[in-house]
């Protein structure tokens, strides 16, 4: 077990005694049956929070994706999204495997896209040979994007874009309480117009795992049957569903922490500019990237220097570096990994 300051993911954070407390009082049911009284509570929270009619508690945000994929959009039509985001290059081809989909990414650095993007990629629609566009995803904040979060202005292009050429939207919202917390927008407000809505309660919040998909009543039958299909079902929920509520009424203010550990980071890590290119110099949220560029350490050097101090970070490219802030890394901890970096270069 990596016992350091652990910036490869803010997946990494571990519950709390006050949460863990929460878990071992849960009131206990059958989720299968619908009988779980905490899972049910955490559920009704989160639909009224985002403005939806009901929510589906799920082990895992890739799950929730991938049952929205399969309920919006049939096989042979086109999924379309950015090329870096978490549903092509974290899911295993979940999308052509569950739902069977033509995947098609927009080339973006920053994984925002405009509607001019987006009918790049519309052509084939006077032709009926061609596949159909049936569903845009996308991913709020952006993973490896470095953490951005989409602007109202921005949400509402691809919105009005998407209703008016009849296309599905999703919102993968793993990260959307840090969006939230950055562009002052309530997750209601960010939610507004798409069909279905992923939220991650083991990233930023710190639960131990679980997620949730938001939808509407219209389509629950069918989510809650691909919930049961792709293994999703669970017992006594409410155990992992307490974890939830205790971070949704703990966790969501204390972000801005985060947001700010990320930028201290950043800030002090460009003091290495002749090893380290920060990609982002100021960081929107709690994602901080930068690219080993050095000519005299190598990579695996950095990386084997860094794990044998105890900072870990993740590789997610050639020389490309991820570091994510969390409710686990202190101040203190941003500190000692600079000292950490500084001690061998």
Known sequence: MFTGIDLSSDTATRPSIAMKTAMMNALLGDEQRSED????????????????ECA??????????????TTLCNPGEVLLASESCHLFLAECGGPAVHARVLCRPIPTETGIFTPDDIAHYNYWLKGYHHPKLKLIGIENTTNFGGGIPWSKHELN??????????????????????????????????????DMVTVCLSKGL???????LIVNKKHYSTVRHLK????????????????????????????QEDHLNAASFAEKLSQFNSHIKVVNQSPETNIVLFDWISNQISLDEFNNQCLKNKVRFSQIGKNRFRAVTHLDVTRDDILTAIKVIKSFL
């Open 37 to 52: 009284p905490t899972t049910l509570q955490l559920e009704k929270l989160v639909a009224d929070m985002f403005g939806f």
């Open 56 to 69: 589906l508690f799920l082990p895992s945000a890739t799950m929730a994706n991938e049952i929205a994929i």
């Open 157 to 194: 292009a691809v919105v009005e874009y998407a209703k008016k050429m009849d296309i599905h939207l999703h919102l993968d919202g793993s990260r959307i309480f840090n969006a939230s917390t950055r562009t002052k927008l309530s997750v209601k407000e960010i939610c507004t117009g798409f």
């Open 206 to 212: 710190g639960c131990p795992t679980g997620a949730l």
């Open 228 to 255: 049961h299909l792709m293994g999703g079902a669970m017992r006594q929920s409410g155990i992992l569903a307490a974890a939830g509520i205790y971070a949704l009424e703990n966790n969501i203010s204390r972000l």
